[in-house]
């Protein structure tokens, strides 16, 4: 598969008959490659990292720093999905200057584009990093970093003047220049109006069917845990069951003495065995 880059993202509308885009989120190399594999076409190097990978129970927790890690490994992959880097929390709030910084801390990590959260209110901010070359990828809706504001992990735009807001940013992101928005825990009728609204793809989550594509989690995809499955969730993996069965096998292996065996040992040649002063078979 040819690398895919922005413009080509920017150009697929499935709603009027192109092929949907496909995002997954991916935190290291060995996620990378199997998304580029896959023939997956973006893997967002998502804030999620902070809950999925480190154990936190929010999106909150993680840094620029942290984020860079992470797409490093992503990128030292080098898959030929368009790596999205995600802004976290605080990382594009505070002024311009300090999010077109941030941004580029993503890009020279290996990122192609960043992602950041909210509609109207981010417009300057989004104007500035496309001034510096760097594609923005828009997320409206339930947008995790919101949660407190949100009073939880909320489906939003459920009352009609609510929704029509989110047509509203929709329309106000692409104009100045995002190249797709995901849209976040939003009632299909609403994801429905906003792709019909917009000539920018969107890439729903928790959003319905009728957007111009799909984003998951990686470790929910995968079924890596099993803690909370959010109803937007389609699992094609028991990857937790198959982890647990593997561990106990090594592990009961390791106690009954059928692990190593003698194919999986190193040995000494003959010769050296009787320099080494080892007489047994097994040297
Ligand atoms: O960080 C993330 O995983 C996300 C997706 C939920 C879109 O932002």
């Known amino acids: 598969m040819a690398k895919v880059t922005v413009p080509k993202v920017s150009a697929r509308k499935a709603s009027r008959g192109d092929d949907a885009l496909v995002m997954i989120t991916a935190y290291d190399a060995p996620g990378a490659r199997a998304a580029s594999d896959a023939g997956i076409d973006m893997i967002l190097v998502g804030d999620s990292v902070a809950m999925v990978v480190l154990g936190y129970d929010d999106t909150l927790q993680v840094t620029v720093d942290d984020m860079a890690h992470h797409t490093r490994a992503v990128a030292r992959a080098k898959p030929d999905c368009l790596i999205v ?70 489906v939003q735009g459920r009352q009609a003047e609510a929704g029509m807001e989110l047509i509203e940013d929709a329309k106000m992101l692409q104009h100045a220049g995002c190249f797709a928005i995901v849209l976040e825990g939003i009632p299909v009728k609403v994801a429905k109006a906003i792709t019909d609204a917009i000539d920018i793809p969107t890439i729903g989550i928790g959003a319905g069917p009728h957007c111009d594509g799909q984003v998951l989690v990686y470790h929910d995809v995968l079924g890596i845990e099993d803690r909370f499955v959010p109803k937007f969730v389609r699992r ?10 593997a561990l106990s096998r090594y592990a009961a292996d390791v106690r009954s003495g059928e692990f190593p ?23």
């Open 85 to 154: 880097g995600d802004l976290p929390w605080m990382a594009y709030h505070v002024s311009v200057e300090e999010t077109v910084r941030n941004a580029a801390t993503l890009i020279r990590a290996g990122a192609q584009c960043v992602k950041l959260e909210g509609g109207r209110k981010r417009l300057a901010m989004i104007e500035a990093l496309l001034d510096a070359e760097i594609p923005v990828m828009g997320h409206i809706g339930l947008t995790p970093q919101s949660v407190h504001a949100m009073g939880g992990f909320k």
């Open 236 to 245: 094609y993996g028991d990857v937790k069951s198959q982890t647990i069965d």
């Open 261 to 283: 065996n003698d194919d999986e040992s190193y040995h000494l040649t003959d010769e050296q065995s009787e320099a080494f002063g080892l007489y047994g078979s097994d040297g």
